[in-house]
């Protein structure tokens, strides 16, 4: 008797409660790493998205306060055109060469905010798309871990279901020929000392 075996699933009940008891626990180790990547993420992206409200606040103060005082030196600079006093021009003059430099530090230092909050931002946006490439990776992971433990249980249960169908013929009284298990099947000590046992009432039965 030739049985071939064109169905994955065999014996559901064993095939699939050890399936998915497997990805059970798997989905469980899984879940609780996505937990803690995941809050990590959140708490990463909730300090930087703060950092860049702050940074940002700090941005407008400066401006602000590069506003006041560039008025103030223009104002104390249109007062010395009509003052004779050399010693109180010059300290003006002093006084608005400063401001320059000073703006332009301050220009700096706002540009680099700025970087810093686009640094930020794009980081936010790669954890985001992180966490769910992650999680894309994961559901691929279980679906390609399903197909290939019922492969693995029907390597168990195809053996199991060929023996059961022979133990049927034997009980019937027939003495099926065995053929040869599939090359990735399991079990085969088994099956062979099953082969053996039924050699044995074979050999016996005749002999009566």
């Known amino acids: 008797m030739n049985i071939k075996r064109k169905q994955l699933i065999i014996d559901k009940k064993f095939q699939l409660k050890t399936t998915f008891s ?8 899984v879940a609780l790493i996505i937990i803690v990547i995941g809050a990590n993420i959140v708490v990463n992206n909730g ?36 003052n004779e006093d050399k010693i109180y021009s010059q300290a003006i003059k002093d006084i608005s060469k ?6 332009d530090k301050m220009k700096s230092i706002m540009n680099s905010n700025e970087k810093i909050m686009e640094s ?14 992650i999680i894309i990776v994961i559901i691929a992971g ?21 023996m059961t169908l022979y133990m049927r013929e034997v009980l019937k009284g027939n003495y099926p020929e065995f053929r040869e298990l599939r090359t990735h099947d399991e079990l085969k000590e088994f099956y062979d000392l099953f082969k053996e046992v039924v050699g044995n009432i074979k050999a016996k039965s005749k002999k009566k």
């Open 22 to 29: 497997i990805i059970g626990i798997v989905a469980v180790i």
């Open 98 to 103: 400063n401001h320059i430099a000073n703006m």
């Open 142 to 162: 279980t679906v390609v871990l399903y197909f290939q433990l019922i492969r693995k249980t029907h390597r168990i249960s195809g053996p199991i279901y060929v």
């Open 120 to 133: 930020n931002r794009d980081i936010m946006k790669m954890n985001n798309w992180l966490l769910i490439a």
């Open 47 to 82: 300090k930087m998205g703060k950092n860049n409200v702050h940074i940002d606040s700090n941005n407008k103060n400066i401006k602000n306060i590069n506003e006041i005082q560039d008025n103030i030196v223009h104002f104390l600079s249109s007062r010395t055109l009509k």
